[in-house]
């Protein structure tokens, strides 16, 4: 397995490929507006890489990720609390170009793909002005999640929170949902069983379909009715 920060597990299954299209490149929307050199040293350094639903992601070297399809969860340096969820055009590691990867771990929620590149033909590129600033806009963002994930912790209840991802993962991955019960409770950071009922109430209410490894989405408008909506 691996991650923009070359994450990797002994239980991942990795698709690599160098010396990438920019048919491919295009796939993603900040590498298709990206200045021709970072496409450049993209294209050359960089690596298709893939896992499945459930894998955990390590980081070894520092690159950044360019998300393609799937969604991974990022958890805290600890591993313990989730403060992002990396979907369809998302963008991370930045921060390694101006500080060691931290060992951070990423959980896939769904069958992912992403392209990852070294940082350093990054900078090569575009110098370390450029990346700063592109950094800046990234610390900014995520800043303004967490500020956003706390606010809807702190009012809404486990129920309209875990319809609120499967909402997520329904958009990113269609209404086959290839994840676990496990894994969204991991996200979430609550037990089990609480996201268990909560499925089973989305299950009740004729929004969604529970099959072995897999929530099948039934009625979006339903889903979306009992989700909080942050």
Avoid at 132 to 158: T, W
Avoid at 169 to 185: F, H, K
Avoid at 204 to 214: E, F, N, P, T
């Amino acid at each position: 397995m691996l991650d923009a920060l070359a994450f990797t597990s002994p239980s991942v299954a990795v698709s690599t490929a160098f010396g990438l299209t920019d048919e491919l490149l295009d796939r993603h929307p900040v590498l298709r507006l990206l200045p021709h050199a970072l496409r450049d040293s993209t294209r050359r350094e960089g690596r298709l890489c893939a896992c499945e639903s459930g894998d955990n992601l390590f980081a070894t070297s520092p690159v950044v990720g360019f998300m393609l399809s799937g969604t991974l969860a990022t958890f805290d340096d600890r591993g313990l609390a989730c403060v992002s969820l990396l979907g369809p055009g998302a963008t991370f590691g930045w921060e390694t170009a101006f500080a060691p990867a931290s060992g951070g771990r990423r959980l896939a929620l769904l069958d992912s793909c992403w392209i990852e590149t070294p940082v350093r033909g990054l900078r090569d590129a575009m110098g370390a002005a450029w990346l700063e600033h592109v950094f800046a806009r990234h610390a900014l963002d995520r800043i303004q999640r967490l500020q956003a994930d706390s606010a809807c912790h702190a009012v809404h209840p486990v129920t309209r929170r875990a319809a609120n991802l499967i909402r997520r993962l329904y958009q990113a991955a269609g209404p086959d949902v290839r994840t676990t019960q496990s894994a969204i409770a991991e996200a979430m950071g609550v037990q089990r069983t609480s996201v268990n009922a909560a499925v089973k109430a989305l299950e009740r209410a004729g929004a969604v379909s529970l099959r072995r490894g897999r929530i099948q989405i039934l009625c979006h408008e339903r889903l979306a009715g009992a989700a909080c909506g942050c």
